[in-house]
């Protein structure tokens, strides 16, 4: 069943600008975890966000989680046109059976 | 790096056609999944393996089944295939169900006719 919902569905930026994407979901999790799609081809796990953190980087990304709001965001900073793909963030825990539940995604276009 | 490789990237099939959809991983991984994605709906999951011989219905096991023989393969079977199982199918595998972490493979885009 999908949990998270993103927001934006879809974004579309200049190359160096930051590009800031929200999900938001219902139930308690154990972690929340951010995956990168280009077109047409697999998942990429980007980030994994653990319910006792609050924020997170790795390299350009940066991931935020409000437990209380039920909602998390990935920031992608000084942005390039390969970050154009679709992004899709994924809860994990007790309430989904311990299976990852998908967003429907936002896609993000990088203009050079 | 952990590769997770599916037999296909295109397939196109006839309505009412048996079809085979194979997935491998090569890191010894427990933990195998088929999911569909479609536009709009994410991605949805619709059989899961957490050991050989052993599959778990997901969210939508209708008009599919599952084998897992061994450990790093893990096959979708379309008994009869229809129009709308037209869609993009991503396999992929997890080490832990500690971190829910998985890895996917690139995805076989398939359309029944």
């Known amino acids: 069943s999908q949990q998270g919902e993103e927001d934006p569905q879809a974004l579309s930026i200049q190359e160096g600008e930051n590009a800031t994407m929200n999900c938001s979901y219902k139930?308690?999790?154990?972690?929340l975890q951010w995956y990168r799609q280009n077109s047409g081809r697999g998942l990429v796990h980007l980030i994994l966000i653990r319910s006792n953190e609050r924020e997170k980087h790795s390299g350009r990304l940066r991931v935020t989680l409000d437990t209380s709001k039920k909602s998390s965001s990935l920031l992608i900073t000084a942005s390039r046109a390969a970050d154009t793909a679709s992004y899709f963030c994924a809860t994990y825990g007790k309430s989904n059976d311990y299976k990852l539940s998908f967003g429907a995604g936002t896609t993000v276009t990088v203009r050079a | 790096d952990v590769k997770v490789t599916q037999s296909s990237r295109y397939l196109v099939k006839r309505t009412g056609e048996k079809v085979f959809l194979e997935c491998v991983q090569d890191m010894d991984h427990e933990n195998m999944f088929w999911y569909r994605q479609d536009p709009g709906l994410g991605l949805r999951l619709i059989y899961f393996?957490?050991?050989?011989?052993?599959?778990e219905k997901g969210d939508i096991p209708e008009g599919y089944s599952v084998s897992r023989e061994k450990k790093e393969r893990f096959s979708l079977i379309l008994e009869s295939a229809s129009t709308n199982q037209t869609s993009m199918y991503l396999c992929a595998s997890s080490p832990s169900l500690l971190s829910g972490e998985q890895f996917f493979g690139p995805g076989t885009r398939l359309t029944v006719l």
């Open positions: 393996s957490y050991d050989v011989k052993m599959k």
């Open positions: 139930t308690s999790i154990n972690n």
